[in-house]
């Protein structure tokens, strides 16, 4: 096995993400039990250390849960992804001050690779990483070490696992490794679906020491090449690099579950329009133009109607500017509405994106060069708008009528950190 | 005031004006790229910079009124002296940090307004340290 290598990756996760950020910035929720539940408010996604010691199960879907909550004076909130994209941000940008390679994962979540010191103890970095993101952010954090980020990921559930661990666990220098990795399950490794699960459990396979050391030919054999670096990694072989650069996007989607469902075609392209405004807004911060849009819509999952339609447009020219994307999109919406669906979600997706600095734009579309002019700076001009007066401060007219599909957020906090409208107020 | 939405967006203000108005070009255009930006200037430590809006007058003495604008960085560690956040039951609170014989202790800035026992409570948490208040005249 290889313990020789200098550097270390770790895996670092925020612990209670959601309810921390709201803890952290909410006086009046600290030492309190807080859940946040999913977009519509459907089930729990998120509990505060307090909350868990309830006993309230993830998942739970609210409105079983909704009296008994209440009895034991759990805060509810709806979540509120502007404060929780901030405090995101903050933290990837905390930790990248910190490590020599980061890799952002998920929101609350990170790989990073820093070296090991001449006495091999990465302890007291992991502790400072801890105390510092506590005092800049009040958001716990735990820290996974290990050689590869196969081992790192198992490191974190160790550290969360185990009480002594004080939120650290270095797997690269334990002394009895097996024993720690017998407490991994394989179902719980990074990178084994369901299938390949229940394959390994069919061959014996319960946790990952016996993966392990399985037979080398049978897991090519099974798992091919993926399989293969899986168990390398297992082994401490460092074979999944730290991707530092995000993937460029392949597509932007904006999509959302209805409140209540929706049946009119007028509501449903509303609700299309609206998302099809965020999404031009969204590649036009990213400086992209699409030349493939896509509308979709479906009824719930748990309906016993199954209707799912997606109708979309390619263009000749790629396009950012909302107005053509919104007419198109009004066009589509009608070829997926039917009648006698009702719809629980739609979206839009902007699709084949191209960079528009290296986009030699035709003037087929515009009547002239003037017109493509106007629309560049008319679409600059109302982005600068919304960004100095928050979002939508301009906006098109067909979102201004009532939108009865809006998502229900009952239990939404501030924008305490975003909108100088909204921070909080200091009353002593 | 909407410029300190958050701490990256910045909201520059030129030095000097680069508009001609006759067909020379200016001999100060090379001197122009010049910004005064705000949040470069008052904040050091943007990820751990948050802002506050401050209720009342408990702070008069200090300087600091009623609905001024609040900056607060977190990073830094409070020492006696400072003016600084706390969260006490359930609330923000601003005070002065401070020390009397050998015991720290919240201090108002406000004679109407009672000083601080930490012993005296038992949800204390010194939330952040104040760098900045801003009035608005």
């Given at each position: 096995?290889?313990?020789?290598?200098?550097?270390?990756?770790?895996?670092?996760?925020?612990?209670?993400?959601?309810?921390?950020?709201?803890?952290?910035?909410?006086?009046?929720?600290?030492?309190?039990?807080?859940?946040?539940?999913?977009?519509?408010?459907?089930?729990?996604?998120?509990?505060?250390?307090?909350?868990?010691?309830?006993?309230?199960?993830?998942?739970?879907?609210?409105?079983?849960?909704?009296?008994?909550?209440?009895?034991?004076?759990?805060?509810?909130?709806?979540?509120?992804?502007?404060?929780?994209?901030?405090?995101?941000?903050?933290?990837?940008?905390?930790?990248?001050?910190?490590?020599?390679?980061?890799?952002?994962?998920?929101?609350?979540?990170?790989?990073?690779?820093?070296?090991?010191?001449?006495?091999?103890?990465?302890?007291?970095?992991?502790?400072?990483?801890?105390?510092?993101?506590?005092?800049?952010?009040?958001?716990?954090?735990?820290?996974?070490?290990?050689?590869?980020?196969?081992?790192?990921?198992?490191?974190?559930?160790?550290?969360?696992?185990?009480?002594?661990?004080?939120?650290?666990?270095?797997?690269?220098?334990?002394?009895?490794?097996?024993?720690?990795?017998?407490?991994?399950?394989?179902?719980?490794?990074?990178?084994?679906?369901?299938?390949?699960?229940?394959?390994?459990?069919?061959?014996?396979?319960?946790?990952?020491?016996?993966?392990?050391?399985?037979?080398?030919?049978?897991?090519?054999?099974?798992?091919?090449?993926?399989?293969?670096?899986?168990?390398?990694?297992?082994?401490?072989?460092?074979?999944?690099?730290?991707?530092?650069?995000?993937?460029?996007?392949?597509?932007?989607?904006?999509?959302?579950?209805?409140?209540?469902?929706?049946?009119?075609?007028?509501?449903?392209?509303?609700?299309?329009?609206?998302?099809?405004?965020?999404?031009?807004?969204?590649?036009?911060?990213?400086?992209?133009?699409?030349?493939?849009?896509?509308?979709?819509?479906?009824?719930?999952?748990?309906?016993?109607?199954?209707?799912?339609?997606?109708?979309?447009?390619?263009?000749?020219?790629?396009?950012?500017?909302?107005?053509?994307?919104?007419?198109?999109?009004?066009?589509?919406?009608?070829?997926?509405?039917?009648?006698?669906?009702?719809?629980?979600?739609?979206?839009?997706?902007?699709?084949?994106?191209?960079?528009?600095?290296?986009?030699?734009?035709?003037?087929?579309?515009?009547?002239?060069?003037?017109?493509?002019?106007?629309?560049?700076?008319?679409?600059?001009?109302?982005?600068?708008?919304?960004?100095?007066?928050?979002?939508?401060?301009?906006?098109?007219?067909?979102?201004?009528?009532?939108?009865?599909?809006?998502?229900?957020?009952?239990?939404?906090?501030?924008?305490?950190?975003?909108?100088?409208?909204?921070?909080?107020?200091i009353?002593k | 005031m909407?410029?300190?939405?958050?701490?990256?967006?910045?909201?520059?203000?030129?030095?000097?004006?680069?508009?001609?108005?006759?067909?020379?070009?200016?001999?100060?255009?090379?001197?122009?790229?010049?910004?005064?930006?705000l949040?470069?200037?008052l904040?050091?430590?943007?990820?751990?910079?948050?802002f506050l809006r401050v209720k009342g007058d408990s702070m008069i003495n200090a300087g600091i009124k009623d609905k001024d604008l609040i900056i607060v960085d977190?990073?830094?560690?409070?020492?006696?002296g400072n003016i600084i956040i706390?969260?006490?039951?359930?609330?923000?609170t601003i005070k002065r940090l401070s020390?009397?014989?050998?015991?720290?202790?919240l201090k108002a800035e406000n004679n109407n307004y009672?000083?601080?026992?930490?012993?005296?409570?038992?949800?204390?948490?010194?939330?952040g340290v104040v760098i900045y208040s801003i009035h608005s005249y």
């Open positions: 096995m290889i313990i020789s290598s200098l550097n270390a990756i770790a895996l670092i996760d925020a612990n209670n993400f959601y309810a921390s950020c709201e803890q952290n910035i909410n006086p009046n929720l600290r030492n309190k039990p807080v859940v946040i539940l999913s977009n519509n408010d459907g089930c729990i996604i998120a509990r505060s250390p307090e909350a868990r010691a309830l006993r309230i199960k993830m998942g739970t879907p609210y409105f079983q849960v909704k009296e008994r909550l209440n009895k034991l004076d759990v805060a509810v909130l709806s979540s509120n992804y502007s404060l929780y994209g901030d405090m995101s941000r903050r933290l990837m940008n905390l930790l990248k001050n910190h490590c020599e390679q980061i890799e952002i994962y998920s929101i609350d979540e990170a790989f990073v690779s820093i070296s090991r010191p001449n006495d091999k103890n990465l302890h007291p970095w992991a502790r400072s990483m801890r105390s510092l993101i506590y005092q800049n952010l009040g958001i716990s954090i735990t820290v996974g070490i290990g050689e590869n980020k196969v081992r790192a990921k198992i490191a974190n559930k160790l550290a969360k696992n185990i009480d002594y661990s004080a939120g650290i666990f270095d797997l690269a220098r334990t002394r009895n490794e097996n024993n720690y990795l017998k407490r991994i399950s394989v179902d719980k490794i990074w990178g084994v679906g369901r299938q390949t699960s229940n394959w390994l459990q069919s061959k014996g396979i319960k946790n990952a020491k016996e993966l392990r050391d399985m037979e080398e030919n049978e897991v090519i054999k099974k798992l091919g090449i993926v399989g293969k670096r899986l168990q390398l990694e297992l082994k401490g072989y460092k074979c999944l690099p730290i991707e530092k650069k995000k993937k460029s996007k392949k597509e932007i989607q904006v999509s959302r579950s209805f409140g209540t469902p929706v049946t009119k075609l007028e509501d449903l392209t509303q609700a299309l329009a609206t998302h099809a405004i965020k999404a031009s807004e969204k590649m036009r911060s990213q400086n992209l133009q699409s030349s493939n849009i896509r509308v979709f819509a479906r009824t719930s999952k748990y309906s016993s109607q199954n209707y799912q339609r997606s109708a979309y447009r390619k263009l000749t020219n790629a396009t950012d500017d909302t107005n053509n994307i919104l007419k198109i999109v009004v066009e589509l919406s009608k070829e997926i509405y039917n009648p006698e669906y009702k719809f629980s979600k739609a979206g839009v997706l902007m699709q084949d994106l191209t960079n528009n600095n290296y986009l030699q734009q035709s003037i087929i579309n515009y009547k002239s060069q003037k017109d493509l002019k106007k629309s560049i700076s008319l679409m600059r001009t109302i982005d600068l708008l919304n960004k100095r007066f928050n979002n939508n401060a301009i906006t098109w007219a067909i979102t201004k009528k009532p939108q009865i599909w809006k998502m229900n957020k009952n239990f939404l906090s501030r924008s305490s950190t975003t909108d100088i409208e909204q921070i909080p107020t009353v | 909407n410029s300190f939405n958050s701490t990256t967006k910045s909201f520059k203000i030129p030095l000097l004006n680069d508009s001609v108005s006759a067909g020379f070009p200016s001999p100060a255009d090379d001197y122009t790229e010049e910004n005064i930006d949040n470069e200037h904040i050091s430590n943007p990820f751990s910079t948050f977190k990073s830094l560690t409070a020492k006696p706390a969260m006490i039951d359930g609330e923000f020390i009397k014989n050998d015991e720290l202790y009672p000083d601080f026992i930490f012993k005296n409570h038992i949800d204390v948490q010194i939330w």
